[in-house]
């Protein structure tokens, strides 16, 4: 099994950055794509940015030209760098890997607001 813990979400006004962590541990050795998804309040939980073990990275329309998603192998860590956040960013974020054969884990989550 794959544990996932993230960190770094909070406040943060309009336009600003926010850098999220998600360390993985357990049977990392198994993982073939990490990613990020979200839940805003009142909707369903969404992609947002995936990347594989090859470094192919995929976004969300929604994000492309405003996130960058990146895995430090060596640390077995996927950071999602948020920049001109807007307020429809807000939710909870989601880490989550995946394994060749499609098995998934999830992290517990972090909020992210971006409020004025």
């Known amino acids: 099994q794959v544990q996932l813990v993230e960190s770094g979400g909070g406040l943060v006004q309009p336009g600003g950055s926010l850098r999220l962590s998600c360390a993985a541990s357990?049977?990392?050795?198994?993982?073939?794509?990490m990613g990020w998804y979200r839940q805003p309040p009142g909707k369903q939980r969404e992609l947002v940015a995936t990347i594989t073990s090859g470094g192919t990275r995929n976004y969300a329309d929604s994000v492309k030209g405003r996130f960058t998603i990146s895995r430090d192998n060596a640390k077995n860590t996927v950071y999602l760098q948020m920049n001109s956040l807007k307020p429809e960013d807000t939710a909870v974020y989601f880490c989550?890997?995946?394994?060749?054969?499609?098995?998934?884990?999830w992290g517990q989550g972090t909020q992210v607001t971006v409020s004025s």
């Open positions: 357990g049977s990392i050795f198994t993982i073939y794509a």
């Open positions: 989550n890997s995946r394994t060749v054969l499609g098995v998934a884990s």
